[in-house]
């Protein structure tokens, strides 16, 4: 099992930042692919960032170049750096742990990704 926990959501204006910290306890961190989800009111749940054990990621086109995914093993936590944000990106941002084989196809596929959080609430004021 695997115990994740979202934090560093926060209301923020357009252009502003956030930094968001996912804490992970049971297995081991290091071993797990890591990914960020969100949901916006009234959408699905789509996927935003993710990272193998080894370090490769993948980002969603709307949040290339704006959106940086990063871990540290040994704090055993997840960050996802959200610069020059938009009303757009307001959302539920979701942290997911494990899947089965990590490429693009399946790290963007929510029902891939076998632990959740319970989500952090991020708002972007226009």
């Known amino acids: 099992q695997v115990q994740l926990v979202e934090s560093g959501g926060g209301l923020v204006q357009a252009g502003g930042s956030l930094r968001l910290s996912c804490a992970a306890s049971?297995?081991?961190?290091?071993?797990?692919?890591m990914g960020w989800f969100r949901q916006a009111p009234g959408k699905e749940r789509e996927f935003v960032a993710a990272?193998?054990?080894?370090?490769?990621?993948y980002y969603a086109d709307s949040v290339k170049g704006r959106f940086t995914i990063s871990r540290d093993n040994a704090k055993n936590t997840l960050y996802l750096q959200m610069n020059s944000l938009k009303p757009e990106d307001t959302a539920v941002y979701y942290c997911a742990a494990n899947v089965a084989v990590f490429n693009f196809y399946v790290a963007v596929r929510r029902t891939n990704w076998h632990y959740w959080g319970k989500g952090t609430l991020v708002t972007v004021s226009s």
């Open positions: 049971g297995r081991t961190f290091s071993g797990n692919a």
């Open positions: 990272m193998s054990s080894g370090g490769d990621t």
